[in-house]
């Protein structure tokens, strides 16, 4: 995905992370992407990064007869990793190494930009007709930023049937469940399913902050019921959170230890300076540092004029 508000990461520096256990409701923004409907999740002005997840979007549920909802042309990333996860539907990434990724739901496509890497996002030719899922971005740490950008899919993922639901692990681990794909800084993703009229003691790392975001179905939280499209940031200091349902529900959670570093995001670029900034945005411009996404047909899309800010 590429960000369509690209200043919205050079806004003031978020607070501190929470150093007590109270809730936070962060409600979402929503932007258009091509013919696609998107709420944005994070970053929002009070709170740029939980854990290392600096960037979350949500899309879907929608169904479509004909034509792509999901058609991000070649963008370049930099100092971070994207994560595609879906609940319906398909999509298809082509990056400027040559890789190509069908993921599914359930499926995880993850590319590490590193120094440097563009890809595309597409609907692929041969689609069920409906999209549903997220997209979020990690930070990656000052000693992995400028790494060698590469790419993996995951078709399975460790998952566990715990009493009132399920728990599917993305990134990080909770408890034993542990998944191997790649990361840099102290972290957790994971889809989890509260069955209807279930209850689940959810496993929290208590030096972690974490989100909370329903994507289907009713749930409550510690009590209260979790609102649609309003994300629940949880400081650091729990370690487990009550999930419950009466028809069922699926929610993402994402967390890690507090970043510790600050990060200017720009675009679709993580970087520490303005500089930095420039002379990526500036690479793709005239055609460095990024390899081409040779099998997308089409134009790439243009770097946005630089931020003020950033001037
Ligand atoms: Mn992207």
């Known amino acids: 995905m590429s960000n369509l508000l690209p200043d919205a990461g050079v806004e003031p520096p978020t607070p501190a992370p929470a150093l007590d256990s109270s809730i936070e409701k962060l409600p979402v923004r929503e932007v258009t992407l091509g013919q696609l409907k998107i709420r944005r999740v994070l970053p929002v002005r009070h709170r740029r990064l939980i854990g290392p997840w600096c960037f979350f979007d949500r899309y879907g549920p929608l169904t479509f007869a004909e034509g792509k909802p ?9 100092g971070l990793q994207t994560v595609s996860w879906l609940l319906d539907g398909e999509i298809i990434h082509h990056d400027g190494l040559g ?24 609907t692929p030719a041969r689609h069920s007709g ?3 899922g997220v997209q979020l971005w990690v930070a990656l740490p000052a000693a992995q930023r ?3 950008p590469s790419f993996q899919h995951h078709a399975v993922l460790p998952s566990l049937e715990a009493t009132g639901g399920s728990i599917t692990v993305i990134l990080g681990e909770i408890e034993s469940l542990r998944s191997e794909a790649l990361a840099f ?26 989100g909370v975001l329903a994507l289907a179905g009713d749930a409550s939280l510690e009590g209260d019921r979790l609102e649609p499209d309003t ?8 370690d487990e959170v009550g999930l419950a349902s009466r ?12 970043f510790g570093e600050s990060v200017l995001m720009w675009w679709n670029f993580v970087a520490r300076t303005a500089a930095e900034i420039e002379a990526a945005r500036r690479d ?3 055609h460095r540092r990024f390899a081409d996404v040779t099998a997308y047909r089409g134009p790439r899309l243009e770097a946005p004029p630089l931020s003020p800010r950033l001037r």
């Open 70 to 78: 999901m058609d991000v042309a070649p963008h370049p990333h930099m």
């Open 99 to 122: 890789y190509e990724g069908l993921v599914r739901p359930g499926e995880l496509n993850l590319m590490t930009a590193g120094s440097g890497l563009a890809h595309a996002e597409q």
């Open 130 to 132: 409906v999209l549903n």
């Open 146 to 148: 400028a790494i060698a």
């Open 185 to 210: 800084s102290p972290i957790v993703g994971a889809e989890v399913t509260v069955h209807e009229g279930g209850r689940l003691q959810l496993p929290l790392d208590p030096g972690f902050e974490h």
């Open 231 to 238: 994300l629940y940031y949880l400081g650091v200091g729990r």
């Open 247 to 258: 028809h069922g529900a699926r929610l993402l959670l994402i967390g890690g230890a507090p």
């Open 284 to 286: 793709w411009i005239e």
